[in-house]
């Protein structure tokens, strides 16, 4: 069983920060790009942040210059630094990560259960 367990979420003034992090369990044999989404109520899930395993980047435009996500690989852990929140980005955020879990298997998509963001302005 394969599980990503996301930590860090909560309530912050507009203007202030918070770090996110994921952090996958189980039988796994490796890693390939791993995300963060969001969800605000009424809204389509969109892309947040995705980092490859040579840790290549890709922003969602909202979030861009003000959102850093990285990586380290030893520990497999997925981190999302925000920087100057706006209450636009109250959301839950969901961790995703393409894994697989033995060597002649292929990679799937795996999600965490989501950590709530809430920017109060």
């Known amino acids: 069983q394969v599980q990503l367990v996301e930590s860090g979420g909560g309530a912050v003034q507009a203007g202030g920060s918070l770090t996110l992090s994921c952090a996958p369990s189980g039988s796994i044999n490796s890693i390939n790009t791993m995300g963060w989404y969001r969800q605000a109520p009424g809204m389509q899930r969109e892309l947040v942040a995705t980092i490859t395993r040579a840790g290549v980047t890709n922003y969602g435009d909202s979030v861009k210059g003000r959102f850093t996500i990285s990586r380290d690989n030893a520990k497999t852990t997925m981190y999302l630094q925000m920087n100057s929140l706006k209450p636009e980005d109250s959301a839950v955020y969901y961790c995703?990560?393409?894994?697989?879990?033995?060597?002649?298997?292929?990679?799937?998509?795996?999600w965490g259960q989501g950590t709530q963001v809430t920017v109060s302005s």
């Open positions: 995703n990560a393409e894994i697989r879990r033995l060597y002649f298997s292929n990679y799937r998509d795996y």
